[in-house]
């Protein structure tokens, strides 16, 4: 889904980030992962693409980017992964708000900023991940990650806006009301040279994700 606050309030993008996982960032990472897929027949995290399922690719994306540690909001499915701290949001019908209160309130007292990624988007890469959290690391308190100068996910927000993050998050806009309430805070932090935001939604997204996938899957192993 397209983000509908204004990306020209956006800061300047920050393509000069040094790649690399940071030596040291206090940032949490958080997956959305409670849906339904009602358009896919079957909830998104169980989906399987490359041997792994999206829950797994989730969570590895905000693993090799550098956070810890990793929690998973779940739902419509129970899922439950090593090393990862699980919070079930019951009221998951209601829309990605409620996992993103959930998951905010999940977070341990003791970092000092959150990555939130979506399940469903396993083109975006860990480089992603790790860019956003030097953009903190140098001052940023909000990023989002862009592609082609288009804000996507993942986002990262500073410990100091979560409870504003939370009060925002109705329905199935997540961080966006936030976002749009606090362009002035916003570092629009280029990623479409080491990744992409598409979603998968239904059967077809699925076999045309799953295609890249297997494309980019292989040329890792040859790297």
Not at 44 to 49: F, G, P, Q
Not at 73 to 84: D, E, F, N, Q, Y
Not at 156 to 161: K, Q, S, T
Request: glycine share 12%.
């Amino acid at each position: 889904m397209q983000p509908d606050y204004n990306v020209g309030a956006l800061a300047a993008d920050s393509t000069g980030v040094p790649a690399g996982q940071p030596e040291h960032s206090d940032v949490a990472g958080l997956l959305l992962a409670a849906g339904q897929g009602s358009r896919l027949g079957r909830p998104k995290a169980l989906v399987e693409i490359g041997g792994m399922t999206l829950a797994e690719r989730g969570v590895a994306l905000l693993r090799a980017g550098g956070a810890d540690p990793i929690i998973m909001v779940t739902g419509a499915a129970p899922v439950s992964l090593p090393g990862v701290i699980t919070a079930h949001n019951p009221a998951w019908q209601t829309g990605m708000g409620s996992s993103l209160r959930e998951g905010l309130e999940t977070l341990p007292a003791d970092r000092e900023a959150v990555v939130i990624a979506l399940v469903d988007q396993p083109l975006i890469g860990p480089e992603a991940v790790r860019r956003l959290i030097a953009a903190f690391t140098t001052g940023a308190e909000v990023a989002v990650a862009c592609y082609a100068g288009q804000p996507r996910n993942p986002v990262l927000i500073a410990r100091a806006y979560w409870a504003d993050a939370a009060a925002a998050a109705e329905g199935d806009a997540g961080a966006r009301g936030f976002l749009r309430a606090r362009k002035d805070l916003v570092v629009a932090v280029e990623c479409g040279d080491v990744g992409r935001p598409d979603d998968l939604d239904t059967p077809e997204d699925m076999v045309r994700i799953a295609a890249l996938v297997s494309d980019a899957d292989a040329l890792t192993d040859q790297a």
